[in-house]
């Protein structure tokens, strides 16, 4: 299907749940590096619908970054625009955020969720698990991938239980192999209610353009509400943007609609970390009625592919360096991929699973 909107990063945190500097400076630097992975990702998938978690992506390669030295360390710091010369100063704003993100909420379940699964008797530095621990909220847990499909299992289970049964058998054992020591695993999981409710009785099958100009019938969902609302134009690209809140105002979905005669890719292009700022600042409160498709997207995303075109290149050849890890130089570091589930239904719920795995 053709992409008719641009759903923002799926959720982002509103301003009002984000009060101290530091955090705020991270969700700006976040964004910045969502622009970027999103365009790395559509350089590879352009037929395709997109959806990814850059949260996810971020933590990732943080706790890659608290093992790497030299160039690996280097090419990570600059995709993720750290700043600072040590960790207390790269991770300090990211940690705060997790620990906002993860706060008990009674609106809606957000589980933010990160695991590093290690093979039994592998000697790991215990600064770099500490480090993990402190920074990430990280579950350290052993492992023996001599027996895939217990490991496959084990594994699985977990990242069902962070899912809320949403991921289930996730891993099977051909996603290791014996001489597999050390899996690192995210697992993002919100459910929210929206603040103002579409009403099923209001979905009704309405024609919708594809790819190619084919026209097919789909449940179109409709609501008519106040809500945020902003009108943008770069040059002759005239576009609209849409914020629907989830209950609680702390999370919203961001949505992009371009006039008729734009090209969503051409919209997509303009995507930058300062325009995305200008949306949040310039949109203003209006009754608007609102007709959106309702669907889902499962993706598998090729991260590894993503990342290269983003200059992450030392960390999968002969010169990576993740002595801080184990002391010593290992190869072989792959990084699988990310799954991600998107539902926009027209009941009152939405459900986001990104997930994002490698393994060493």
């Excluded at 395709?48 to 030299?70: D, H, Q, V, Y």
């Excluded at 969503?264 to 200008?278: C, G, H, M, N, Q």
């Amino acid at each position: 299907m053709k992409r008719p909107l641009i759903l923002l990063f799926a959720v982002t945190l509103a301003g009002v749940s984000v009060t101290e500097a530091a955090p705020r400076l991270w969700g700006d630097t976040i964004t910045e590096f969502a622009v970027d992975l999103h365009r790395a990702i559509c350089s590879i998938d352009t037929e395709e619908n997109i959806i990814f978690s850059p949260l996810g992506a971020t933590l990732i390669l943080g706790m890659i970054k608290l093992g790497a030295r030299g160039a690996t360390s280097q090419q990570i710091r600059e995709v993720l625009k750290l700043q600072g010369n040590q960790e207390s100063e790269e991770f300090s704003g990211l940690r705060k955020l997790v620990s906002i993100i993860s706060e008990e909420n009674k609106e809606f379940a957000f589980n933010l969720a990160n695991a590093l699964y290690l093979q039994e008797c592998f000697h790991v530095k215990e600064q770099y698990l500490h480090s993990n621990r402190d920074f990430f909220k990280s579950e350290i847990k052993l492992v023996n991938f001599q027996d895939l499909k217990a490991s496959a299992k084990i594994i699985s289970a977990w990242v069902e239980r962070q899912t809320n049964g949403k991921i289930k058998h996730m891993f099977s054992s051909g996603d290791f192999e014996p001489l597999t020591k050390l899996v690192l695993v995210n697992a993002v999981y919100f459910r929210g209610e929206w603040k103002h409710k579409f009403s099923p009785e209001a979905t009704r099958p309405q024609d919708f353009t594809v790819k190619r100009g084919n026209v097919t019938k789909i449940p179109m969902m409709h609501l008519q509400t106040a809500t945020k609302i902003g009108y943008f134009s770069h040059n002759d690209l005239k576009y609209k943007v849409l914020e629907l809140p989830y209950k609680g105002d702390k999370i919203s979905l961001v949505l992009a609609l371009p006039e008729e005669n734009v090209e969503i890719k051409d919209l997509e292009k303009k995507l930058t970390e300062p325009v995305l700022r200008e949306w949040s600042t310039k949109m203003t409160q209006e009754m608007v009625e609102i007709s959106l498709p309702r669907f889902k997207i499962e993706q598998k995303v090729d991260l590894k592919r993503s990342l290269l075109n983003l200059n992450v290149t030392n960390v999968f050849d002969q010169t990576c360096n993740l002595s801080g890890i184990t002391g010593n130089f290992y190869l072989n570091f792959t990084l699988e991929s990310n799954l991600s589930s998107f539902a926009l239904p027209s009941n009152p719920y939405t459900v986001i699973v990104p997930l994002t795995f490698l393994t060493w």
